[in-house]
């Protein structure tokens, strides 16, 4: 059977082109009845069996990347790790059932995919275009029903395929979540080496998965607290040369970077505005910090807070008209809430112990914060302060980071003694944590937004 060739649509992603699109939609009309979805507040025992079998290819071909039989089998790979880090769905991969043909993508051998269990199929094909790019699609099938659930297409050069993948692991999720995707992103953190005392921290950057790791900085300078901009285009963050902190914004694409502003005084936690016009910060001044913005082209800092005593982190809601910070300007480290030019004040912790690191969530249901009573653990609350949960019970998590659909949290975790510390992961049940892989220790993770 033929294969259905998608329509292009163009994307770019800094120096590389990205293609994607739907392929033709006849055929579909069976979707509208099928109802097999998942519950993303419900995760463990009814997780969603699905099948991803290695995506077959027409003829294997040599590509930059390996032959394309190679990366039929290293996509699948990737599409079942991704659904499996969600909580959500047990993948069977393409080493629990049999391989498929090129012309099995559109008429699944459903006897067989009920017969392995599996509640949903995942199919499709990897091919070589006579330009040296790649054509990958994906469709998902309904194994109960036998209908077809949605179909997209991608055409990647071949060292972009595992973008593809995620691509394709995200209209998965996000057809039976309902929910919006979050694997085609990336992160920024703090990569970690030497001695307890002596700490080198470079600022790197990798895939959601952990793959395509790189260092940024060079470790000559101390990197803190990277955030990446809205637009993905830039990452800001903190720099410790010669005792001397610097906030600089790195380009991505040019691998560029630019100095914000610079101080004698101690200098915390830079974060973008929803915008991307501006700069949120902490300084120290004569013993006194408060939260400053200056523009993301730097200039003259506008001073927000004026309490007598410690007010650290902020961080705006997406619409930009409020701000989440930390202050102990009622005795204790607590969490309050202000309009984004510094007025309406509002204390919106007050369930004992310490609070600290507040992020609000990308959808703007919720502010993440590490709590300190005892062990540092991560939870949320809502923007009035109800409804507190913790989501860990570890020794010390903190620093929480929302991917881009808000429904899962990044932060750092310390082992005790060693004072080892890595990347970890928690959905908003508080059961599926993850620990992402990195090269050597992480701290300070940044969830950027979904990749265009």
Known sequence: MAIAHPRRIRLRFHAFTFLAGL??????????????TVDVDNVGADQLTIAVPALPTPQSTETAAGTTAELGNKISDVIAGDLRS????????????????????????????????????????????????????CYLYDVALQTELTRQGFIVEPRDWRRAAHKCADSIYGRLTGESPFFDSRIAYIAETGPKGNRRKRLAIMDSDGANHRFITNGQATALTPRFSPDYNKIVYLSY????????????????????????NATFAPRWSPDGKWILYSMAVAGN?????????????????????????????????????????????????????GGDVRRISFGGGRYATPEWSPRGDLIAFTKMAGNFRIGVMTPGGGAERLLT??????????????????????????????????DLTGQNERKLPTPVDGSDPSWGPLLP
């Open 86 to 137: 969600s909580g959500l769905f047990k993948p069977l991969g393409r080493n629990q059932v049999r391989s498929i043909s090129f012309n099995e993508v559109t008429t699944p051998q459903f006897p067989y995919w009920s017969g392995t269990g599996a509640s949903a199929l995942v199919q499709g094909f990897v091919r070589s275009n006579g330009d040296g790019n790649l054509t990958v699609g």
């Open 393 to 426: 019970n570890n020794w010390q998590d903190e620093a929480p980071t929302w991917a881009p659909n808000g429904r899962v949290i990044q932060f750092f975790r310390t082992t005790r003694g060693s004072g080892d510390t890595a990347i970890w992961q928690v």
């Open 241 to 264: 040369l010669d005792g001397n902190p610097r906030i600089y914004i790195y380009e991505i694409g040019t691998g560029k970077q630019r100095l914000i502003t610079q101080s004698a």
């Open 23 to 36: 392929f033709g939609l006849a055929g579909l009309s069976g979707a509208a009845q099928a109802q097999l």
């Open 289 to 341: 910090t408060d939260i400053y913005k200056v523009s993301a082209q730097g200039g003259q800092p506008i001073r927000l807070t004026t309490a007598p005593g410690i007010d650290i982190g902020g961080s705006f809601s997406p619409d930009g008209s409020r701000i989440v910070f930390e202050s102990d300007r009622s005795g204790s480290q607590q969490l309050y809430t202000m309009n984004a030019n």
